[in-house]
T-cell receptor
Framework: DAGITQSPRHKVTETGTPVTLRCHQT?????MYWYRQDPGHGLRLIHY???????DKGEVSDGYSVSRSKTEDFLLTLESATSSQTSVYFC????????????FGPGTRLLVL | QKEVEQDPGPLSVPEGAIVSLNCTYS??????FMWYRQYSRKGPELLMY????GNKEDGRFTAQVDKSSKYISLFIRDSQPSDSATYLC????????????FGKGTTLSVSS
């Protein structure tokens, strides 16, 4: 158990609506990440955070924003959901001692109709 | 050329077989190499972690890294039905804060 929870675990929404996904960690790790996983593409980084209010873009950041107001929470927002954002979203953290490795949450399945 | 190439399979083997999973990569700056196991509808689970070249063994699992050939492998000995999952290789050049670059995963099925 990586000490990560994601909410909601499943969501169905309509095109054009805003959606916020939450990642919560219990161990005060500095680095947090959002990935999406799609068939044929594997896991790709959307955004990551290296501290409270410190975030940066990843490979596929267009259409997404993030916020981190507390160490334990990292929020991913789809400003105006599109069908191409239908995916499985994973949050990950780096744990101390092995900073190079990442540990993943259980994922959120998002369907945009 | 993709940064990380991984044969998607599927790979089907009988229980007890030795399984070999492989990835090739193009970025010579990669120094950290990982294997993740992902069961259906679950998050990736870190299985093995190796820094630079060499071998690492953990129970029935052995990870090998050959940086000269830009090739990494995961061997599973005495495979079990519980090993049926998708295996993802991942690698990175730096420490925390850098994205892992993933292969697309190999789906393994072990039949009893």
């Amino acid at each position: 158990d990586a000490g990560i929870t994601q909410s909601p675990r499943h969501k169905v929404t309509e095109t054009g609506t805003p959606v916020t996904l939450r990642c919560h960690q219990t161990e005060n790790h500095r680095y947090m990440y959002w990935y999406r996983q799609d068939p044929g593409h594997g896991l790709r980084l959307i955004h990551y955070s290296y501290g409270v209010k410190d975030t940066d873009k990843g490979e596929v950041s267009d259409g997404y924003s993030v916020s981190r107001s507390k160490t334990e929470d990292f929020l991913l927002t789809l400003e105006s959901a599109t069908s191409s954002q239908t995916s499985v979203y994973f949050c990950a953290i780096n744990k101390g001692g092995q900073q190079e490795t990442q540990y993943f949450g259980p994922g959120t399945r998002l369907l945009v109709l | 050329q993709k940064e990380v190439e991984q044969d998607p399979g599927p790979l089907s083997v009988p229980e007890g077989a030795i399984v070999s999973l492989n990835c090739t990569y193009s970025n010579s700056a990669f120094q950290y190499f990982m294997w993740y196991r992902q069961y259906s509808r679950k998050g990736p689970e870190l299985l093995m972690y190796t820094y630079s070249s060499g071998n690492k063994e953990d129970g029935r699992f052995t990870a090998q890294v050959d940086k000269s050939s830009k090739y990494i492998s995961l061997f599973i000995r005495d495979s079990q039905p519980s090993d049926s999952a998708t295996y993802l290789c991942a690698m990175s050049a730096w420490q925390a804060g850098t994205a892992l670059i993933f292969g697309k995963g190999t789906t393994l099925s072990v039949s009893s």
